[in-house]
T-cell receptor, first 112, second 117 residues
Framework: AQTVTQSQPEMSVQEAETVTLSCTYDTSENNYYLFWYKQPPSRQMILVIR??????QNATENRFSVNFQKAAKSFSLKISDSQLGDTAMYFC?????????FGTGTSLTVIP | DTGVSQDPRHKITKRGQNVTFRCDPISEHNRLYWYRQTLGQGPEFLTY????????KSRLLSDRFSAERPKGSFSTLEIQRTEQGDSAMYLC???????????????FGPGTRLTVL
């Protein structure tokens, strides 16, 4: 069975600083995809960044980057130059085949 | 608006009643997913459609739950004989994926919040 674990229920960061959110997963699959989704308060969930497991290069999207360690089954999200609009729940998600598995989320607060 | 829409946004019902939710995906998307999200948890996969075919159902989806996507466009999720444990946010997501290709980005709707009294 696939599982996704986010061990940090809540985090905070000063505006303009850098923060890293942790995610680990467990799977026996070799080909899969990993995602970070952002869910702002009372707003829809949106994709932040995606990583294909067969790619060794870590994905980056502007201020967002991941540290993907396949052997360790670790997929952390780094947010640089944090902005107030980054305040949200962040969910790590795993996809292999037709199902998606989400972690329990990390609530990130950016402090002005 | 070309995003995923869900109706209603909120539903309050009494235990034992039936409820039906609707999801309208992005028009060209061929995949549609239903999730349930309870407070403090991430979304839990319920079921998945590729066009009109329901290809995957979670064991979380009891016999009281049924989903349809009759013409490969909008989808409905019905819960019969609701129980208090059904109270949750029900999320719909859609994506466009080619045959044999990688999974593409899922676009989520705003969700339907169900409260069972």
């Amino acid at each position: 069975a696939q599982t996704v674990t986010q061990s940090q229920p809540e985090m905070s960061v000063q505006e303009a600083e850098t923060v890293t959110l942790s995610c680990t997963y467990d799977t026996s699959e070799n080909n899969y995809y990993l995602f970070w989704y952002k869910q702002p308060p009372s707003r829809q969930m949106i994709l932040v960044i995606r990583q294909e497991a067969y790619k060794q290069q870590n994905a980056t999207e502007n201020r967002f980057s991941v540290n993907f360690q396949k052997a360790a089954k670790s997929f952390s999200l780094k947010i640089s130059d944090s902005q107030l609009g980054d305040t949200a729940m962040y969910f790590c998600a795993f996809n292999a085949g037709n199902q998606f598995y989400f972690g329990t989320g990390t609530s990130l607060t950016v402090i002005p | 608006d070309t995003g995923v829409s869900q109706d209603p946004r909120h539903k309050i019902t009494k235990r034992g009643q039936n409820v039906t939710f609707r999801c309208d995906p992005i028009s060209e998307h061929n995949r549609l997913y239903w999730y349930r999200q309870t407070l403090g948890q991430g979304p839990e996969f319920l079921t998945y459609f590729q066009n009109e075919a329901q290809l995957e159902k979670s064991r979380l989806l009891s016999d009281r739950f049924s989903a349809e996507r009759p013409k490969g466009s909008f989808s409905t999720l019905e819960i019969q004989r609701t129980e208090q444990g059904d109270s949750a946010m029900y999320l719909c997501a859609s994506s466009l994926a080619g045959a044999g290709g990688p999974e593409n980005e899922q676009f989520f709707g705003p969700g339907t919040r169900l409260t069972v009294l």
